[in-house]
């Protein structure tokens, strides 16, 4: 239904970001047409950047209209079906303006844990089994991504010139491409993300799934410090995001380090 565009410098991991009304600066630029994505990605490669533009099955109003379940979402399992309405419903819940880590990061947080129990609820084991199982993977294919980054990120920050760091970054994600073909033959992975490694791996790529990912284990330590309440948890996710960008991340942190009784003593005392 949504074609979104994602743009970095060839030797960044930093997304380029686009300002709108309502929804303030994200990592992306979102279109109702293929083409124009495919247009803007092309003009963005011309001029030097890494580009990926993908589809996208959902998107959230932010509760600025119903959300409807388009048939672009119809065909998907289940728990997959009742992880999109998590995930969106919880941009409702919670959005801050400009913030794509942290908006992303709640909602993704949400996700899972109302899949947990609404698996409970379901009582189906196959079910159960068949989604721990992509779970498992999709932790599998993080951790590649998160080693990944780091070895870019060494690079980007070196000295060497620009034709060294090209060369290095080419090994680097040769080297993914092979580590994954390694996970497939000893059974640690499925064919779940072929289509992702079959496009051309870049730092585009790379952004577009950590801004998704990159604040969720915070999110999930502020969810069990705040006693596994969601009442509770989305207030105080609330009161981090409303503290200013610089210190937010820094907030989140601490939150999500701190036991529930320890940070809600230095919330008090902040206040």
């Not at 801050?96 to 709640?106: A, K």
């Amino acid at each position: 239904v949504v074609w979104n565009v994602f743009a970095a410098p060839e030797f960044s991991l930093e997304l380029n970001e686009w300002c709108y009304p309502f929804a303030g600066c994200v990592g992306y630029r979102g279109y109702f047409s293929e083409d124009r994505a495919r247009d803007l990605a092309e003009r963005l490669t011309a001029r030097g950047f890494d580009t990926y533009y993908g589809g996208v099955a959902a998107y959230s109003t932010l509760g600025w209209f119903e959300d409807p379940l388009l048939n672009t979402v119809t065909g998907y399992r289940d728990a997959q079906l009742a992880g999109l309405i998590f995930h969106e419903l919880a941009h409702q819940q919670l959005y801050i303006s400009g913030d794509t880590l942290f908006n992303e990061g709640f909602a993704t947080t949400v996700e899972r844990e109302g899949v947990r129990r609404w698996l409970e609820r379901q009582a189906d084991p196959l079910q159960s089994r068949d989604y721990a199982a992509r779970r498992r993977y999709q932790e599998i294919f993080h951790a590649l991504v998160a080693r990944t980054r780091g070895q870019l990120q060494d690079i980007y920050a070196g000295e060497l010139p620009d034709r060294d760091k090209r060369r290095l970054k080419k090994r680097v994600l040769d080297a993914m491409r092979a580590e994954y073909r390694q996970l497939q033959a000893s059974g640690d992975m499925d064919d779940g993300y072929d289509g992702w490694f079959a496009g051309k791996l870049n730092n585009a790529r790379f952004g577009a799934v950590n801004a998704y990912h990159a604040y969720v284990p915070l999110f999930e330590g502020l969810f069990e410090n705040s006693g596994g309440d969601f009442a509770v948890f989305f207030q105080r996710a609330a009161e981090i995001g409303a503290e200013p960008g610089p210190q937010r991340l820094a907030r989140l942190r601490q939150a999500a380090a701190s036991g529930a009784a320890d940070d809600q003593a230095g919330v008090t005392s902040q206040d």
